[in-house]
């Protein structure tokens, strides 16, 4: 059966506001300060119905939560919100997976009540790092004490199943200052870890810097080590690493973002939200009020459009490389009706010889030198 046609059984939901714009931010995302919240969460309400209309849920197996940082919402538009998915999204998996991103300057014991009595099971605290100065450097408003009074009052709330972010190759940053967040984050025993290295974005404080030569960016052998050192010490610590940037304790990995990596339906709701249904990919209207005004005449679509099947066989190789148990034969060929060595065998041949990839059985992979040049791997797929 080709998966790409099943009905979504993951929804992605983006709400846009945030306490601050972090230097290096360049998600849709809008200071709260003078929005219209509730007026957001009613276009939301729209769009949720309209969506569940045209395209109904197969049963929901993760819900995921983004932003901007979901969690400015106050306890009582948190209730609602919540409410909502559970109005348009009701017939669920029983070991459903319900993620929501927060930042640790805005959850206090009574939002996280609000989160858990509403169904949040699963909650990813985007922290990047526990040197202070360097929050300061990157923009963040939160602090340490911050991190550990927020995972203090989740676990209050009864959350068990926690993740946070670090990220490096930061301003400044070395291989010591890493080795000590991981110290201080590997304390913390939490299930999840994601782990990712800046990028320079447009439309961002920190690439306007990085063009007048004010960003002082960490050389490329000391990123490499920063990469290296967090392998061997999440390994160490007993996490597997699944992607590129990911580790979990064994049964804890993110089955929502997975649905990304598996190149498998979602819907995508909210200003600016990306969604993948029926073989069509969608991008919605970002502004905030452009997506209120929109929802109120139908679908919030900027665009929307078929994805060939040479896309859809580019992104599955993409994407499902991240994944470190790599891709497999057989479910290439229940979605596109062909060997995978009838579409890429020069390519995979190429890699493979070059050490990049490894074959073992059906399974094709990225090997430890891949892991570490995974987007020239990625990029080798691509017409």
């Not at 997976?97 to 699963?122: H, I, Q, Y």
């Not at 030569?213 to 960490?218: A, K, T, Y």
């Not at 939200?273 to 029926?278: K, P, R, V």
């Not at 994944?323 to 009706?337: C, K, M, N, P, Y």
Request: hydrophobic share 35%; aromatic share 10%; charged share 25%.
């Amino acid at each position: 059966m080709n998966t790409r046609y099943t009905a979504p059984e993951a929804v992605y939901i983006h709400i846009p506001f945030c306490t601050n714009k972090c230097f290096y931010c360049d998600f849709n995302s809008y200071v709260l300060k003078g929005q219209p919240v509730m007026d957001y969460l009613d276009a939301l309400e729209r769009e949720m119905e309209r969506t569940v209309q045209a395209q109904p849920p197969g049963k929901i197996a993760t819900i995921f939560v983004g932003g901007g940082t979901p969690t400015v919402l106050l306890p009582d538009q948190m209730a609602h919100f919540l409410k909502l998915v559970r109005t348009y999204f009701p017939d669920q998996h029983e070991n459903l997976e319900f993620s929501m991103e927060a930042n640790p300057g805005t959850t206090d014991l009574e939002k996280l009540t609000a989160m858990k009595e509403g169904g949040v099971n699963r909650i990813s605290f985007g922290v990047q790092s526990f040197d202070n100065g360097l929050l300061e450097t990157i923009g963040r408003i939160h602090n340490t004490d911050d991190v550990y009074r927020s995972l203090e009052n989740a676990a209050k709330a009864g959350f068990d199943n926690m993740s946070i972010d670090l990220m490096f190759g930061l301003p400044n940053q070395t291989p010591e200052m890493m080795e000590k967040t991981l110290n201080a984050a590997l304390a913390l025993d939490l299930k999840h870890y994601s782990i990712y290295s800046l990028k320079v974005e447009e439309n961002t404080l920190f690439h306007t810097m990085y063009h007048k030569n004010q960003l002082p960016l960490p050389s490329e052998d000391d990123e490499l080590d920063m990469y290296l050192l967090i392998m061997r010490r999440l390994k160490e610590a007993g996490y597997g690493q699944y992607e590129i940037s990911n580790f979990a304790r064994p049964g804890y990995e993110s089955r929502h973002n997975t649905t990304y990596w598996r190149n498998q339906p979602y819907y995508g709701l909210g200003a600016g939200a990306h969604g993948y249904a029926e073989g069509h990919r969608h991008v919605n209207v970002k502004g905030v009020q452009p997506y209120i005004d929109r929802t109120k005449e139908g679908l919030p679509h900027l665009e929307r459009f078929p994805v060939t099947e040479q896309e859809a066989m580019e992104d599955f190789m993409m994407v499902g490389l991240r994944l470190l148990e790599g891709i497999s034969g057989d479910d290439f060929t229940a979605q596109f009706g062909i060997p995978v060595e009838e579409k890429f065998g020069k390519t995979l041949e190429d890699l493979i010889s070059r050490g990049l990839l490894e074959r073992s059985g059906n399974k094709i992979r990225l090997s430890e030198q891949g892991i570490l040049f995974g987007n020239d791997v990625f990029a080798s797929f691509l017409e």
